[in-house]
């Protein structure tokens, strides 16, 4: 068979993704840069197409509870957003986490704090892979790198929320968000008959049946000992996910002497400050983690013995560095090179970051 | 004198109540003469009577009523503060043939949740809404709530609420009533046995009425906090009458889409 494939924008991938990998319902709010997802998805009658529900909430707040409701009848249910309004996601993403449901949400991240800007950023890292709500909980954190990654994310990111009955984050941004790349589809998927979800979800609030105890889904536990087992219990998943989930590309690192690290958009124009540094015959590779949570420690301790330093290149005042310094342990140098407020940074700016950060010149 | 056996009392015919099987063994929490544990009652009762207990999925708030999972032998869902109308939407929209209904305080609903309820109304889900309403913040320990009277003390309005100050008590059953997409909105009381039949009735219209898609059956009631309000329960439910009940005034107030003019 043929491929199918469609020019598109990153937002219009995720939504295509929804859609065709058998999503059951999608809540969600306008937000810029991500408001093409549920405009999209009402323009495509989901409903005709799949069964998808396709609801515009009154806020994110009220969304993410949807998907939360959606979840706990084991549905497969996402929401997007953008920067302000996974703020306003957190507390539903807490109880979700909490009551291990699976869910994905999609975060195309703009410049922040506050109202911020409506351009792109990736100041939400620490918001993303360092809990966001209250408690003890992590989500599995994905990085699109291009508009076929917003795409392939989705029905991997219900691959795993599913399998680790935990929600998942794809953390894009407002370039990936808005961009234009060819895409490959994937097949129509059908939905899944509530008969095939009460087999796969024997949890789910799907109506007690005779033969079983009734479902509750909560995340409440007043017994101090008993709610420590279970944060020990989320411990124990993290730690799984972290040895089995580990995603990431190297480009250019086997001869490399020096490391940029970067995702998303950030990384696509780090592969062009890879060129334009190796004309000028500085050895520099690319490490791009994938999933931002679970971290690629390991990998990049593995490039530790053949480099002089590493450099994290990120739309942020300087995130994601915290957790290369954690993994690299002092071992080596790692510094930050970024621009914020929605400022894109230039390939040669990065070269220069490098130069005069690492190599000293 | 003839011995008095407890077995010759004891007898099917004898029997006037009977623990509906929709409620489980586990001892409710409440403190004495809460009518919590008469509204939980009358919703298992619903449930069985109608045989839809397999068919049913309640969501429950967060306030006193938030361990209701505990006592309904049913699939439940635990929201958080105000958000159960959020939970009943997505639940209702992805099952469209199960009944599905929130049970939330007035802290929940008319405060932090006003939202929620309030859109979760205007777009006419198909869903029931159980709203128990004691003016008053019971788990947090009586604080003061969006429905406590003025003058009404409160942990928070310890020298009575004043309304020029603090606002006054919000009527969200007749304030949602204005809305097209409730279908059934109606306030009744659990304080003496004739009110809880009457209670019982409504709830058992909430529930049928998810048959005919014609959007929120919503039933407010008017209850009481014996805790909150620093009173013994047959007090309580005396002043629920004298003081309560001239402001939030019983019965219904919108039958079959159509607003009852009083």
Redesign the interface.
Known sequence: MDKELRLMKGNEAIAEAAIRCGT??Y?GYPITPQSEVIEYLMSEKPHERTGM?V?Q???E???I??????A??G?R?MTSSSSPGISLKQ??IS?IAG?ELPALIVNVVRGGPGLGTIQPGQGDYFQSVKGGGHGDYKLIVLAPASVQEMYDFVKLGFELAFKYRNPILIQSDGIIGQMMEKVELGPQESLRT?EEIEKECPW???????NRE???????ELDAYKMEEFNLKLIEKYKKVQENEVRFEKIKCDDAEYILVAYGSSARIAQKAIKLARAKGIKVGLFRPITLFPFPIKQIRELIPQVKGFLSVEMSAGQMVEDIRLAVNGERPVEHFGRMGGVIPAAEEIVTALEQKLIGG | MAEIKLEDIIKEENLVYKKSKVMTDNTLHYCPGCGHGTAHRLIAEVIEEMGIQGETIGVTPVGCSVLMYNYMDIDMQEAAHGRAPALATALKRTMPNKYVFTYQGDGDLAAIGTAETIHACNRGENIAIFFINNGIYGMTGGQMAPTTLPGMKSSTSPYGRVADMMGGPIKMTELIAQLAGTHYVTRQAVHSPRHVRKAKKAVRQAFENQKLNKGVSFVEIVSNCNSGWKLPPVEANKWLVENMLPFYELGDIKLNGELVNK
């Open positions: 059951d319902a809540f529900v609801l909430a009154e806020s707040v009220a969304a509870n949807m998907v939360y409701g959606a706990g009848a549905r249910a507390e539903g109880y009551a509530p789910a609030t799907t109506g007690k049946k005779q009734r479902n509750i889904i909560t995340s409440l």
